[in-house]
């Protein structure tokens, strides 16, 4: 017998850990703070690689690929970003190991001693604008549009699968471009095609909008972001898209001679998603019974089940199961046939349930009588039969209905959990009972920012771009502001 | 003026080593051994990745990700493993840096020292295989075909561009199965696999075969392997595929209940290819004027440059070139229409023809007059001018005859040097003067093939699938041999 999932309600930390492991998307590996991906886990990543690369392409860009180590002197080269970065990293000092001369294994060998210590990227900024010098000389070689798919290294202290781990996927996308407002475009540009993606792909909706100055990225000017509400009330950050003005051209020395023949430094900015939307995804849409998936980045969108007694009633089945298959590969959709005999179908309904495939077909000894199937749909649980020949039609619209249903969802429990507060006692209070982004007047200040985070644990999530100018004042101080910023407790 | 490539026989490594760089594939990095793979060439590497990861997926594989790091002791799990790898890798020994107490930068916090050394993966066996003890418990669990795309680390002395470098892309599929039978088969598949995209992509011919016992993958019972001939007479090993028998099993005790109720330990693969593949796609085609590129996988297949003296002839250009653009992408061609003003159509020609752009079409004035462009092919250098109605047709069916014979060059080119010797001093003597394959009968000893690579630097490249039997006697020491085998010098 299979272990239960642990209610959300119970303990929705508790859920979330046993949900990516039973769901086969994740597991820890022997090496601290870093996964495994697993098969399924790793096919929704590549849907949204796959997705996201299309985007990058389609807005311009171009994928290369930069070292894993970074010398440790480039790190001190741009003085916020090694605040914000070089502390908590892996260093490789050593390059060889020899059998132990005692005989007890192998050990390092202290005579292979790097003569610099190499940092194992936790971001690539400094080798990328190391390598931009060489590539830009004049306006004519900008803009440089490039993205890199890799893997980076933060040695986090406290990890938890997808959402923070020692290793982890991400793409990272670093721009140079002649003038600032450029860059700015090319920022804000991103931070869309990002919120289109996790909206439109993963039915998360995102507030977008801008970090304040203690959130924002380790070397940035500005930075954009995408905040998703998870379902305990907990903000995510979802992705994040960075002006970088001149700093890491300046720190690198990367200079152009523009059109007019003056020599003028370039213009920078990153942007990155990480497999970090994998946790964004489990938390928004899963439930008790286990994963759902948007059918638009579901490994397989349909799996047909048969349920039979003996092996002519599944050759008949296999027959049945066959032409639905085709019929429905053919409108484009991704469907598994489970025929095993390994395994009963009270096994496979279950185990589908907890993967979150979006639409399950079941086809029984009775169906085959009548000439209907019975369909599930994983979000609602809803179920019903219809003829065999209707399924070829129906499933795609019900895979499109899925898809919104999920979104609209996540819409609504987001919507019925953004509050406007203006005291601080109900501020302490809802943070605590209802979360949810609180919608607050801000005196503008990094000293009541830091005080109500080490008040509350609540941070500024973004400052929205579609906030409205309003006369209040500040949620802790009182002091005066122009408008109200999302606070939250966030992943 | 552009620096002119060097000529391949004026010094064919000086040759290939500039044009990596000219043709703007990949450069040095400021770290020691480390590439970066700039983005012409990263597109290359997709298009590989594509077509390979599509026929794995055929083959029944799915991808995941295992950490980028191994705890030290797991390499001393496999005995001949551990000699064959863990001893030229990158050594993670510390997990933070901090400001320097004098001042000066950052340093390694001493403090921050990890308790057992963690090796940058240059192979992932063991940590698959410390996995697989949890994913496998019962024949139902078997066969695992998982493969990883990946960036590993061997901390190598002396590095080139591709061939050679301290850290490189790859694919590592790891497989697991019930019998013996089952693993050789997918080890001898995924041998075929790789045969068939290097020949039907890259229009590289190989021999496919077995490597001798000391050229073996650290850890192997069998390695197959396939072998592709450069332009200098040197060989280069484009794939293996190893059949690992029980030793990993054992080694991280991974056992399975047979359907019979038996406890058994499983059978292993693994197989990879790597951006090593790049060195022998530039090696193998390309000429003194600069890359030669296949059509399945230039990133661009087709460019259309305008020859214009003004706007007016520019813009009239342009609507004839958008018109033959659009119907070549209607065929599932890739075309480039590069009309900036900002380089000349000769600089634009010269720079083509230094990427390999298979097909470049070019439209003067006199072309707009007489309807006409003219099309020249990068392989043969060959030009002609025909009706632009025709360029639609001509073009697709071109693009394959120019794929055909890029390998059918080649193939003349490598059959024309394997060579039948069986004396020693012919041996020594071809190898400084035509080189190539030597098809020599050999005792079959350890001893006898270190002798032979002490004295020539050749070594066995393989033991090809179709020898023929046939009696004769070892090159070297004249004891009797059944078969011969292929020895050359190699990268």
Not at 330 to 347: I, L, M
Not at 351 to 376: F, N, Q
Request: charged content about 30%; glycine content about 6%.
């Amino acid at each position: 017998m299979a272990k239960k999932l642990t209610n959300r309600t119970e303990d929705y930390s508790k859920w979330y850990n046993e949900l990516v492991v039973m769901a086969d998307l994740a597991e820890n590996s022997g090496v601290r703070g870093c996964m495994v991906i697993k098969p399924y886990g790793y096919a929704i990543w590549e849907k949204m690689q796959a997705e996201l690369d299309k985007k990058f392409k389609e807005t311009g860009h171009v994928n290369a690929y930069f070292p894993l180590f970074i010398p440790k002197s480039y790190f001190s080269k741009e003085a916020s970003h090694v605040d914000g970065f070089a502390k908590e990293c892996a260093v490789v000092t050593h390059y060889r190991l020899k059998n132990d001369p005692n005989g007890k294994g192998i050990v390092v060998d202290e005579e292979a001693k790097l003569e610099e210590e190499l940092i194992v990227r936790p971001t690539s900024e400094t080798i990328i604008w190391d390598t931009y010098r060489k590539w830009i000389q004049s306006y004519r070689d900008l803009p440089v549009l490039v993205n890199q798919w890799a893997n980076v290294v933060r040695w986090e202290m406290r990890t938890r699968l997808f959402l923070r781990t020692a290793e982890f996927l991400w793409q990272e996308g670093h721009t140079a471009h002649a003038t600032k407002q450029e860059a700015l475009q090319e920022a804000e540009q991103m931070c869309n095609v990002y919120a289109d993606f996790v909206q439109d792909f993963m039915a998360i909706p995102v507030i977008k909008g801008v970090k304040s100055e203690s959130e924002r990225f380790a070397g940035a000017l500005e930075t954009y972001c995408i905040e998703a509400l998870m379902q305990d009330g907990k903000a995510l950050q979802a992705g994040t898209s960075h002006f970088l003005g001149q700093n890491f051209a300046k720190a690198f020395d990367v200079k152009f001679q523009s059109k007019e023949g003056a020599l003028e430094h370039v213009w920078a900015t990153s942007w990155g998603v990480s497999t970090r939307l994998m946790g964004a995804l489990v938390m928004t849409h899963s439930d008790d019974h286990g994963l759902v998936l948007p059918p638009n980045l579901a490994p397989w969108q349909v799996v047909i089940v048969p349920i039979h007694r003996n092996d002519e009633q599944l050759a008949q089945i296999d027959e049945k199961a066959t032409e639905i298959m085709k019929s429905l590969r053919a409108k484009g959709v991704s469907v598994k046939y489970d025929n095993r005999t390994t395994h009963k179908p009270g096994w496979k309904f279950n185990e589908y349930e907890l993967k979150g495939v979006p639409v399950r077909i079941a086809i029984g000894p009775k169906d085959l009588e009548k000439g209907t199937v019975e369909v599930a749909r994983r979000d609602t649980l809803e179920k019903q039969f219809m003829a065999m020949d209707e399924v070829e039609n129906f499933v795609p619209s019900l895979l499109n209905e899925i898809q919104e249903h999920l979104f609209n969802k996540a819409l609504d429990y987001r919507d019925g959990h953004i509050t406007e507060v203006d005291d601080f006692e109900t501020f302490k209070e809802l943070l605590n009972t209802k979360a949810g982004f609180l919608s607050c007047h801000w005196d503008g200040t990094i000293a009541t920012e830091d005080k109500i985070k080490d008040l509350t644990k609540a941070t500024i999530r973004c400052i929205p771009f579609d906030v409205k100018e309003e006369e209040g004042k500040c949620i802790l101080t009182g002091a005066p502001s122009k408008r109200r910023v999302l606070f939250a407790k966030a992943y």
